[in-house]
């Protein structure tokens, strides 16, 4: 992923404009040797001294021309019909077909399209929903008897108050018996849980009361 940042300067930011020429060399600065300075010379061994072992980079800047764009969009509906055409009057429709399908433009794209979906087609009847690869395969009747269901028992919340099951468990080995949670909407209400026998009247075999907090 490359960043770029972008920024525009002003042409006056920029500093004069260095005007290079080719010239013979001459002599700036002339130090001769000061003796008196000898005793202050100081030998050191070894010398520690720093030096710039990084690139040498330089800065360069440029103000280019402004690029101006534009964030525009149309509204692609059916046929994409130009401005001056409305798709609702068949005159028009009509008239603007006869005139597109003499384009010879459109009917080189019409044969190139034609060629892709032909394949398309193509591939799609290649095929067969309906063979059969294996015919020594016995085939498999299926029940064509209707699903049906009864009703074996019906069990009925023995509290005067009216009630909801939240949530049904069966008993694990064998599921000889069901247990079924109750949930009073009003609060503080009784929160029972009854045991009932599967294939007998619905009288609860027990009844399991949760310990009030509180």
């Not at 202050?40 to 980079?57: I, T």
């Not at 029940?143 to 099951?165: C, L, Y």
């Not at 049904?168 to 909407?185: N, T, V």
């Amino acid at each position: 992923m490359e960043i770029v940042l972008g920024y525009s300067r002003l042409r006056s930011e920029f500093g004069r404009q260095p005007l290079l020429s080719d010239r013979p060399a001459s002599l700036i600065l002339d130090l001769p040797p000061d003796p008196s300075l000898a005793p202050c010379f100081l030998l050191k061994n070894p010398r520690d001294q720093g030096l710039q072992a990084a690139r040498d980079m330089s800065e360069h800047q440029v103000n280019t021309e402004r690029f101006e764009s534009d964030s525009c969009g149309i509204n692609h509906v059916e046929g994409g019909w130009p401005k001056d055409v409305n798709p609702q009057e068949m005159e028009q429709t009509i008239r603007f077909r006869k005139k597109v399908e003499k384009d010879e433009s459109y009917v080189n794209s019409l044969l190139q399209l034609g060629g892709v979906m032909e394949h398309c087609i193509r591939q799609n009847n290649a095929v067969d929903l309906y063979q059969e690869y294996f015919e020594d395969e016995d085939e498999v009747e299926q029940n064509q008897d209707p699903h049906s269901a009864k009703t074996i028992n019906v069990f009925r919340d023995p509290n005067e108050v009216k009630r909801s099951v939240s949530s049904l468990s069966w008993q694990p080995d064998g599921g000889q018996k069901l247990a079924a949670a109750y949930c009073c909407l009003t609060y503080q209400r009784t929160r029972d849980l009854d045991l009932e026998p599967q294939r007998t009247r619905s009288v609860p075999e027990g009844i399991v009361s949760p310990r009030l907090s509180g």
